[in-house]
């Protein structure tokens, strides 16, 4: 079918987004034309106000609006206690838990030698810095319970330990291969409580 | 009857069948046609509905008629009374959707196990012959279907070896290998814990179906592994290792190759790198056994498997054997005609019904295919 091209302009667009087939692209294209203008401007105006008022934390490399994030800004926080997630939406998953009062550090994704990702393309050398005559004591590891998690974990592990820090693991209260973002939050607050060491 | 009964089959745009639908006998239903009739697509259907996976390799996509948009299969049964339909529908994308009763199933794992069935088809005959690969894969397949936490095993594992194989082609160093090593034994090790545990139960009855139906021969079953010194060990020898033993001997043989991994750029030690070894009269199968023996280890490691379906899943499987008569002896058509008559339910294609005698046949019911 041809389109108009703004609305082929809009469609192209759509489908570059993770998760967005050709069909959820049209679905989602066909309810901004029949909306009213107002909602296409908050939807616009939203995309490009999350793009200049949010950046990466330089300290846990969570997304912040502020200098710091929230959990990097927030004085009660355990200082001792840092918390290694893969993605941003892992620190979001964590949080709603309630279990844990520590610092994070946002990895940015796993080792992957087949997708190119090794160590250096991982936020690590970050993690290193921060850890090193810095007042943190335990790290826990809670990248996914993947292949590709679980290796990256054994890497830091090997890493931390001769810093002489406590590196443990998040339980796997988690299913095979399950994902963090999809455990619910009585499984994730519970995996946490019974970490074991690495 | 007892257990399991599967009662009707219906496929419409599955490969050449674009609708095609049986009741099926309680106890041996045969499909006789020509060859390109499509009786091995209508046991590829069953197969693909009741456990995801099929005795030939496939791609999704392929299932789906050509031309169409999508595939459907649908099978009735009734365990102990209760009935119950499952419904695969798979698009020509190759994405598909299992559904139970009319309720959609996100995993497999509440698909597999509900038909338990066992395929003989002619390439398992040749089960003893060739790469260990041969002799692996049909206690993988079966492990699979009989247990979720098996098959996601399979998965990870073979996902860890791609990754250290990508790192030793690369020639990474020792401290980036390291963490993989760690996981591939750890993995491994209970990837291994599983496949013994499995042949601890397929040995006995395999031994047992062996000699009955040579006459009288000895089946021996060992287990290599690839990082034990090269030797074979006894089934039992490895059953009454710990975890943590074979973990540190995988560790222990990946710490050892590692140069000749590198020069390779592929991980030699392991459970993808094990066999399963078969002799008879105390001989490798392998090298020794004649034509006839070959397709008796076969035979016998069928019986075994129906066996072990049973055990553990309470169920006697439904029996799917593609034209495997015809490649068979007089008195091993006989051995696995009276094991039929037994009391398995069973869907068997021929294309020919001289096969049979009057009192299989008699007490079969005769589906006629007609060219597609
Ligand atoms: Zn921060």
Redesign the pocket.
Known sequence: MLYAPPIARLLEELERLPGIGPKSAQRIAYYILRSDEEVAGRLAASLLEVKSAIHF??????F?EAE??????DPERDTTLLCVVEEPRDVVAIERTGEFRG??HVLGGVISPMDGIGPEQLRVRELLDRVSGGSVTEVVVATNTTVEGETTALYLARMLKPLGLKVTRIASGLPVGGDLEYADEVTLGRALEARREL | MEGLRVVSVSLSRFRNHNEWSSELDPGLTVLVGKNAAGKTNILEAVMVASTGTSFRSFVWEDLVMRGEQEARVSIVSSRSGAPSEIDLRITDQGYREYSVNGSKKRTMAEIVGRIPLVSFVPEDLSMSKGASEKRRTPLDALGDRLSSAYSALRVEYARLVRQRNTLLRQGAADRDLEPWDDMLASVGASLTMHRIRLLVRMKPPAVIAYERVSGGEALGVEYLASWADGSALGVEEIAAMSRDEIEKGIGRSLKGARERERDRGMTLSGPHRDDVVLSIQGHPARAYASQGQHRTVALAWKMAEVDVVHEVTGVRPLLLLDDVMSELDSRRRAELSSYVLEGSQSILTTTNLSYFTGEMLGAATVVELGHG
Do not use: G
Request: net charge negative; proline share 7%; glycine share 0%.
């Open positions: 934390c330089p300290r846990c490399f969570d912040a710091l994030c929230e959990v990097c800004a610092l994070y």
